[in-house]
């Protein structure tokens, strides 16, 4: 990389987190916008400055909160709103930015550029047509997002459906555990489990399939 960051594939941080890999795909799956991802062909790159916001997704879940939880989590901790936009080296890699430094900087740019026009004494013709391109990209960009996480929500709740009934069909003696001496109750730790695990297997084929890409 010719950035001055420090960047780790997923195995990487497996190792430095001593978490699976499987579970780091799916905090990035799930929680992306947080995070400051540089993609390689189909594998993730992550910045040495996002590892908190990873360190902190996992210790959400261990205290048992769920998805929405954990970005409650993460925004009341301050945790910065990123965007996927594509490398301007030209190599066609995407890579992620801070949002409000994103902004910032498109302001600054958009400023600049105002400033010339209006030395050249083409104000209202170079304010269209900035208000023009600064207005279509973003649009762009939110409808991309929204039908992207609209198709991984879709994923997961077929691959948890499919996985719970697997799991209703599974011997009791894998269901349930015993509660005293005569009781009996669902072990909803195992199942959980279970489902993870389920959708952490099939997710990527899912995904592969359902945007038409061979695996």
Do not use: C
């Amino acid at each position: 990389m010719n950035d001055e960051k420090q960047w780790y594939s997923v195995t990487e941080l497996s190792e430095k987190l001593d978490m699976p890999d499987a579970t780091i795909r799916r905090y990035i799956r799930q929680h992306g916008h947080q995070l400051q991802l540089r993609k390689r062909h189909k594998s993730y790159l992550l910045a040495a400055e996002s590892l908190e916001v990873l360190i902190q997704i996992r210790e959400a879940y261990a205290a048992g909160k769920g998805v929405d939880d954990v970005e409650d989590v993460l925004a009341a901790s301050g945790a910065p709103t990123i965007i996927t936009v594509t490398d301007t080296k030209g190599n066609g890699e995407r890579v992620t930015v801070d949002l409000l430094e994103a902004l910032f900087t498109l302001q600054k740019t958009v400023n600049e550029q105002s400033e010339m026009i209006r030395a050249l004494g083409h104000i209202v013709h170079g304010q269209n047509q900035a208000a023009a391109a600064i207005s279509q990209a973003p649009e762009e960009q939110r409808a991309e997002r929204v039908t992207e996480h609209l198709t991984r929500r879709r994923i997961d709740r077929g691959l948890e459906r499919e996985a719970l009934e697997l799991w209703a069909v599974k011997p009791e003696s894998e269901r349930f555990r015993k509660i005293g001496l005569f009781r009996r109750e669902e072990d909803i730790s195992a199942r959980d489990r279970f489902v993870r695990d389920y959708v952490d297997q099939n997710y990527e084929k899912k995904l592969l399939q359902e945007f038409g890409i061979d695996s």
